[in-house]
């Protein structure tokens, strides 16, 4: 049992010697990245580049950075005596010719080894309106004149959030399908603004032949996305897009050209249509 004890702790002390007289730059993976960040449009924030450079001496550095400026736009770049990049103002060339793959390169000649520290700061601001997201890649690095392409690639991703955007809808009621129809059709409709609704049917000479008011039952109201709404004649509906399924007992009327009107708290609003018994 002691032999046993014995050669092992033999193979450990052998394997902290070995690891122990490793070059440096093998015993940490060089890597540069940045951590996945989301932040508001017309919010300036600012974000950290992460690296480890175990490679000495290092004497100088190079990156270049590929991204979409139509997404964000990066105004400035800081070091700082306690990250890989010195200087408070490397330089800094922001590279616009191609804004969905805009460039951004940095230099310095002032520049440390680090294991898990930080390469610098970037302050973004995000310049999209809608919901966006947008990768930044490293597309080249020099590190004392030589290119390390090892350590190129997509670094992190950046989403910027939109400001809430509802799109217009202006009260409006569209054609009706099928048409001609026999038992059951639907019209579409949107509401610009919230509002309570009614649906009629009349004839040519606008004799009312059946309402929303005194037959609710052959109105059926959805959401666009299919989603029966309960009681829609007794409450108020949101802003946005729907359609009404019409099923008129077609025994009190005959075939021929009729028309189908929606009245909100705008105005009255109306579509011709057709029955075929």
Known sequence: MKTVIKKLINILLF?????SLLPINLKSENKIFLRDTTFERGVNVIIPIYGTINISPLDNILLEFQYDARIINISSVEGDPNFIIIPKKPNVQNQLRDLNNALLIISSNEVQPKEQGILCYLELEGLVFSDSVVDISLKRIEINGIERDELTG???RIIVRGQPFLPNF????????PNPFSNQTRFE???ENTTRISFFMYNSSGKEIYSSINTPEIFEVYSYDGNLINDPFGKSLTRGKYYVLFSPPTYYFASGVYFFGMKTDKGFYNRSFSVIK
Do not use: A, C, M
């Not at 394997?15 to 690891?19: D, Q, V, Y």
């Open 15 to 19: 394997e902290l010697l070995f690891f």
């Open 154 to 156: 997509k670094i992190g």
């Open 170 to 177: 202006p009260d409006n009621l569209g054609l009706n399908y």
């Open 189 to 191: 409709f949107n509401l």
